[in-house]
């Protein structure tokens, strides 16, 4: 079968929810993906920062391999070796004390946000249900995630959305202040917004919005599914600012590209949850937390946190420079490896091109051209994407 088949029968058979490019990818190694018909590109996609150690990395595939034929598959009725060791690795490496396992972003919002309300009920005094969320934030595809997803456009046709949910700009302390409320029990925010367009917090705003909740008595949420497990340079994206969440989720590049998802939290939070209050049949089975030890130790030992500091400054000074040279550019922004270029016009065709050449980049809100390259990047490939760009803007101005 060829490509052409293959996209026939896709369209034939599977639900139409996705707007596809034409071509059908089949293998992957390293920072490359190859189509059916043997065509090479250059991922800077990378799953959407879900292949941050690079495709088939040799460790996941060997975890992978020497789980299945262990043990794939048992109830959460029992302790699970790989489980174990995976929170036990997550929670030496970060603020959290305790963990959930589930099996994507969505789920692990939708966990975080239970968790809030439960802690509210019984720690918080009065009625407190409220989340606070910001525009342009991305949260997932679920109707609780969704909802608390401040983007107009994904709402459309679902009414009637979630009670319980407000929205305030991104970057805007006073407007989150003037938004808490006697019913407010979190406030709920992505480090950076990846799907919003690469959009970075102010010097100081999460430190404000961590004392801010502090001083409200309610609960900080960090939303790391995109931007957690070292695409920003630091295994965490809070690292940055030196604030801690109460609760985080991380999701995507968790297992190197096996399907999972996890609630970080600190343990006087995660106290709220007694059993029975939340469950997930495959949340944390035996074969995607050996792929996420595997990853994570990867991400450690690799030197992919420092690779991916070094190439991050290397490709934002490179866009930047561009920047200079073209007057459609509007901004060269982000932090590592998630970076992106916002443009004064539509880029879905500049992906288009950049395909042609044998390039895989994302645009995200219409006019933000998105690099999400694998931490194992190097210099010459990101030149290439570069050069790519310079020619095909070249063309425009
Ligand atoms: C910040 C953020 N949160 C949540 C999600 C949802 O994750 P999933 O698609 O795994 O449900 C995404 C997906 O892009 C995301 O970027």
Request: hydrophobic fraction near 40%; aromatic fraction near 8%.
């Amino acid at each position: 079968m060829n490509s052409q088949t293959m996209m026939m029968l896709s369209e034939k058979y599977i639900a139409h929810t996705y707007g596809r490019y034409p071509i059908v990818l089949v293998k992957g190694k390293g920072t490359r993906v190859w189509d059916m018909e043997g065509k090479e590109y250059l991922d800077f996609v990378s799953g959407l920062a879900v292949c941050n150690l690079g495709h088939c990395h040799p460790k996941v595939v060997r975890a992978i391999q020497d789980q299945a034929e262990r043990l794939i598959h048992v109830s959460n009725f029992y302790y699970i070796e790989p489980q174990i060791r995976l929170a036990s690795l997550l929670c030496e490496h970060s603020f959290a004390d305790q963990v959930f396992f589930c099996n994507s972003g969505a789920e692990a919002n939708e966990g975080a946000m239970k968790l809030a309300r439960k802690y509210a009920k019984e720690k918080m005094k009065g009625e407190r249900y409220e989340i606070i969320t910001m525009e342009r934030s991305f949260h997932g595809r679920t109707f609780a995630t969704l909802t608390a997803t401040a983007q107009e456009k994904y709402h459309k046709g679902y009414a009637p959305l979630m009670p319980g949910f407000k929205y305030v700009p991104f970057n805007d302390i006073e407007a989150v202040r003037g938004a808490i409320d006697s019913k407010t029990c979190a406030v709920m925010i992505e480090p950076i917004q990846g799907e919003g367009g690469v959009k970075c917090p102010g010097e100081g705003y999460l430190k404000a919005l961590r004392e801010m909740c502090d001083e409200k008595g309610i609960l900080l949420i960090f939303d790391e599914v995109q931007v957690g497990m070292g695409r920003t340079g630091k295994l965490f994206a809070y690292e940055h600012d030196g604030v801690e969440p109460d609760i985080m989720t991380i999701a995507k590049s968790l297992a190197g590209g096996v399907p999972i998802g996890a609630v970080l939290m600190k343990k006087e939070v995660g106290e709220s949850f007694k059993p029975g209050d939340h469950a997930s049949t495959f949340g944390g089975n035996p074969l995607a937390t050996a792929a996420g030890v595997a990853a994570l130790t990867a991400i450690l030992d690799e030197g992919m946190l420092e690779n991916c500091q070094r190439m991050g400054d290397y490709f934002l000074s490179r866009l930047e420079q561009m920047k200079k040279k073209f007057p459609f550019i509007e901004e060269a922004r982000g932090k590592g490896l998630i970076l992106g270029i916002e443009l004064k016009m539509d880029g879905g065709d500049i992906v288009k091109t950049m395909m042609g050449k044998g390039i895989l980049i994302n645009c995200t809100m219409g006019n933000v051209l998105r690099f999400l390259p694998p931490l194992i990047v190097t210099k010459e490939e990101i030149d290439r994407v570069v050069n790519a760009l310079e020619e095909e803007f070249k063309g425009i101005s």
